[in-house]
């Protein structure tokens, strides 16, 4: 099965819409988005896509309750600060990242074959265009970077960024970049 990764949307309507193209033409079955939506109402431009979009919430995301209807009225799931699948026998836990601390021992807990996470703005692993995930022996974290568009800024957080697929049954993953 195919799932879609994106994190930290951060109210970007022309980059969701183009993430939404990809993943429809990927015949993705899940969308994972990792948190950071900021407005509530990006959440209803996932209504374009065809598959389920499950969600954690991020540190910018303080109306939840909105978010949630949104999730709602999209045929979405929205988790919560911490979210897990099981897909093909493959369980994925979802952090948005807001603590390190936390991400470190979802990681170490050995909990899950993939972590997917977000608010950093850098690509995890970084620079990899094309890998794949052991499912037994270790966790791989996935971080997409930022979904809404690069921009400069003096601490370089936001230059790296776009999407991630993940095929479960081939065991890989590959990254596309947006704008
Ligand atoms: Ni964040």
Redesign the pocket.
Known sequence: MKIGIIS?THDDIENVRKAIEIFNKKDVQYVIHA??YVFPGIVLEFKRLNAKLIGVL???DGEKGLLLKAFLEIGGELKGELGEIHVDDIKIGIY???STEIKKRLIESGRYSIIVC??THKREPPGVEKGTFHKDTSTLVLNPGVGHKKTESLAEAFVEGGVIILDTESTEYNYIDLP
């Open positions: 930290d948190g950071d991020g540190n910018n948005h990242g807001t977000g608010h």
